[in-house]
């Protein structure tokens, strides 16, 4: 399944930040095996924020649907926010919060 420019362009930008801030610090006192349970967690809940996220962003030109859908995706990314695992999964949460909240802003 192929996601609209629109509704993938946040994912990217969230992974091309994680890309360019450089390897995590391995966390203290998890083995090999407990990160990479983190990284496939991760993987599983980022693609529910992108979901969450993305009925904001498809309905970007039109301001009452992005306000009709605002209160669930926060709400959402508010619950996803306590799963993610890792340092990477924070930054691309936070980049498709940011994305949210500037289109939200852009409605009056």
Do not use: F, H
């Not at 995706?73 to 498709?96: M, P």
């Amino acid at each position: 399944m192929r996601l609209p420019k629109a509704a993938s362009a946040p994912l990217l930008a969230a992974l091309v930040l994680a890309a360019c801030a450089g390897p995590e610090p391995a966390a203290p006192g998890k083995g090999v095996g407990e990160q990479a349970a983190d990284v496939v967690s991760d993987t599983d809940v980022l693609k529910a924020a992108n979901a969450a996220s993305g009925e904001v962003v498809r309905a970007a030109g039109d301001c009452e649907a992005v306000k009709a859908a605002l209160p669930e995706a926060n709400q959402k990314l508010d619950e996803i926010e306590s799963s993610v695992r890792t340092a990477t999964g924070r930054a691309t949460l936070g980049a498709l919060r940011q994305r949210v909240r500037s289109i939200a802003e852009s409605c009056p």
